[in-house]
Nanobody, 115 residues
Framework: QVQLVESGGGSVQAGGSLRLSCAAK????????IDWHRQAPGKQRELVAG???????YYGESAKGRFTIFRDNAKNTVYLQMNSLKPDDTAVYYC?????????WGQGTQVTVSS
């Protein structure tokens, strides 16, 4: 089993920054990717960014040029640095780990960006 603990959400004004953390606990060996997804009210959940076990990042269109994903292997933690935040970035952000074909989700953390 893999448990994911997210932190770092909060409220910020447009143009501000936040850093989200996703700490993986439990049976973490063999996790191939960790992603960040988000879901805004009335919208489908979408991929924000992800990173492979080898450290290769990938981004959804909404994140390109503004967000950076990186990992600290010693801490089994993946970070999402979000800059130049916009009101459209308001959503619940979820961390997801893929291991042996199974997706494990965190509980989500709220990000609210005011104009």
């Amino acid at each position: 089993q893999v448990q994911l603990v997210e932190s770092g959400g909060g409220s910020v004004q447009a143009g501000g920054s936040l850093r989200l953390s996703c700490a993986a606990k439990g049976s973490t060996f063999g996790i191939s990717h960790i992603d960040w997804h988000r879901q805004a009210p009335g919208k489908q959940r979408e991929l924000v960014a992800g990173i492979s076990s080898g450290g290769s990042p990938y981004y959804g269109e909404s994140a390109k040029g503004r967000f950076t994903i990186f990992r600290d292997n010693a801490k089994n933690t993946v970070y999402l640095q979000m800059n130049s935040l916009k009101p459209d970035d308001t959503a619940v952000y979820y961390c997801k780990a893929l291991k042996s074909g199974i997706n494990y989700w965190g509980q989500g953390t709220q990000v609210t960006v005011s104009s």
